[in-house]
Nanobody, 113 residues
Framework: QLQASGGGLVREGGSLRLSCRVS????????MGWTRQVPGKQREQVAA???????IVADSMEGRFTISRDNAKNTQYLQMNSLSPEDTAVYLC?????????WGQGTQVTVSS
C-alpha cells in the first residue's frame, strides 16, 4: 500500500513537500516516482528515483522540484519550490516492488495566483 500526503493549497511562489510511504511489503522497494494529473490532460511524469538514489526530474520542473527517499522508512519525498498555478494537479506516487508497479491514491496540490 502506498500512502501519499503533503498536498494542499499554496500561493504562487510557495513550497510544498509531498511524502509517499510504502507499507505492507516484504520485498525491497525499487524505483519510486511521482506523476501528476490534471483533469482533461495527459498524465505527466514528474520525477523518479532509484533505490540507490539516482534521480531524474522532468525538464519543466528541474531546479524547482527535488525527489529523495529514505529506504529505511520506505518513503519518498517530493520537495516542490517556486510553485506556479500550472503546477496545480493531483500528484500520484508510485513504486516498483518485485517487478510490479504500485500506485498511491494521489494528493491534490493547488497553487493560487
Amino acid at each position: 500500500q502506498l500512502q501519499a500526503s503533503g498536498g494542499g493549497l499554496v500561493r504562487e511562489g510557495g513550497s510544498l513537500r509531498l511524502s509517499c510511504r510504502v507499507s505492507g511489503s516484504s520485498f525491497p522497494v525499487n524505483a519510486m516516482g511521482w506523476t501528476r494529473q490534471v483533469p482533461g490532460k495527459q498524465r505527466e511524469q514528474v520525477a523518479a528515483i532509484t533505490r540507490n538514489n539516482r534521480t531524474i526530474v522532468a525538464d519543466s520542473m528541474e531546479g524547482r522540484f527535488t525527489i529523495s527517499r529514505d529506504n529505511a522508512k520506505n518513503t519518498q519525498y517530493l520537495q516542490m519550490n517556486s510553485l506556479s498555478p500550472e503546477d496545480t494537479a493531483v500528484y500520484l506516487c508510485n513504486a516498483i516492488i518485485a517487478g510490479k508497479i504500485y500506485w498511491g491514491q494521489g494528493t491534490q496540490v493547488t497553487v493560487s495566483s
